[in-house]
């Protein structure tokens, strides 16, 4: 049986973290990926941070892991439905698609738990 792990994303106003989590909660050694965010980031350098962060903690899956959900957190508003966050410490209306960026570079089943 594969070993269950989950995407971790934490998406602030400097930098965004992506790692692999079990089912404890606990970090998978060598998973931890960051990239910068900043106040006068793009929406697009955004997305491509969120998106980089997901993309190498997957590079990082170990052999016998399945891959079973991903979390984001913000300090923001948080759009489950559409899949949007703005974090509150990014310039006003800077508003960002790190869910779906997240699946889509995550290439998650949708099934696969947001």
Do not use: N, Q
Not at 60 to 78: F, N, R
């Amino acid at each position: 049986m594969p070993t269950p792990l989950a995407i971790a994303v934490d998406f602030g106003g400097t930098k965004v973290e992506a790692a692999l989590v079990d089912s404890d909660g606990r970090l998978v050694e060598g998973s931890r990926h960051r990239r910068p965010t900043g106040r006068t980031a793009t929406i697009p350098e955004l997305e491509a941070s969120v998106g980089g962060v997901v993309r190498d903690a997957i590079a990082s899956l170990p052999d016998g892991a399945e891959l079973v959900g991903l979390g984001i957190g913000c300090a923001g508003p948080i759009d489950r439905i559409r899949g949007l966050v703005s974090p509150s410490t990014f310039r006003t209306g800077a508003t960002t698609r790190c869910a779906t960026t997240s699946r889509a570079s995550s290439r998650m089943p949708a099934s696969a738990s947001l």
